[in-house]
C-alpha cells in the first residue's frame, strides 16, 4: 500500500483483514513521507514499511524506478494507492500494469487531481462521491471500478464534505480490496468487472 499522509485508507484495511472472509493482507506499507501517520499505523500493525524519498534520487525518473523496486519486494497480488500525494511513473506502472488502483473523493470522471472536493463545491454540485480506479498514466483518468455518491448540503464546507467522503471511500475501498482478492478483476477497455 502507497500512504502519504495519516492512514486513514490504510486502517480500514488493516482492521477488515481480522474478518476471515475479507481474503486479503497488507503485506507492505510505502511512502514518499517518512513522517507519515500511516507507517506508524503498519508499524503498530506489525507490517513491513518502507520509505522512498523523492528527494534523495537525482530525477523523478530515478525515484519512479527505485519506488517500482522496493514494492516489488513484497510481490503483490494488487498495489493500493490511497491518499499517496505523487503521480506514478511509466516505468512503476509498466512493473504492475492493472494491478495499481487509487482512489479519489470525487465521481470521476469530474473533478480529477489533488482538490476534487474543493473542486466539486466550488462548481455547485448537489451529489459529489468517491471513486475506486485502476490507475493509468494520466492524472485520475484510470478505468473506475467503483464509485459511490455523497449529497452535498448546504451546510458543507471542504473539510465536513471531505469527511463525509472519506468515511464512505474507506468502505468502498475495503469492499474493492476484499472483491479483487477473492475474485478477479476484468478490465476490457474502460469497463471493468469484479470476479
Known amino acids: 500500500m502507497l500512504v502519504s499522509g495519516g492512514g486513514s485508507n490504510l486502517a480500514a484495511l488493516l482492521a477488515a483483514r481480522s474478518d476471515p472472509a475479507f481474503g486479503a493482507r497488507v503485506v507492505g506499507v510505502l511512502s514518499d513521507d517518512p513522517g507519515a501517520g500511516g507507517l506508524d499505523l503498519a508499524r503498530a500493525a506489525g507490517v513491513a514499511t518502507v520509505v522512498v524519498r523523492p ?3 537525482a530525477d523523478r525518473a530515478a525515484w519512479d524506478v527505485a519506488l517500482a523496486a522496493a514494492v516489488g519486494v513484497f510481490s ?3 498495489v493500493v494507492s ?3 500525494m505523487r503521480i506514478l511513473g511509466a516505468s512503476f506502472l509498466a512493473r504492475f500494469a492493472g494491478r495499481v488502483i487509487n482512489t479519489h473523493p470525487a465521481l ?4 480529477p487531481g489533488a482538490h476534487g472536493v474543493r473542486d466539486a ?3 455547485g454540485v448537489r451529489v459529489t462521491g468517491c471513486t475506486v480506479h485502476l490507475v493509468d498514466e494520466g492524472v485520475d483518468t484510470g478505468p473506475i471500478i467503483a ?3 455523497v449529497e452535498v448540503l448546504a451546510a458543507d464546507d471542504e473539510a465536513s464534505l471531505h469527511e463525509r467522503i472519506k ?3 474507506r468502505a468502498l475501498l475495503v469492499d474493492v480490496v476484499g472483491r479483487v482478492a477473492r475474485g478477479a478483476l476484468t478490465v476490457e477497455g474502460r469497463h471493468v468487472r469484479l470476479g
Do not use: I
Open 147 to 149: 464509485q459511490r455518491a
Open 167 to 169: 468515511t464512505v471511500e
Open 121 to 123: 463545491l466550488a462548481y
Open 55 to 57: 528527494a534523495d534520487f
Open 76 to 78: 503483490p497480488t494488487l
Open 82 to 84: 490511497a491518499g499517496f
Open 108 to 111: 470521476l470522471p469530474a473533478f
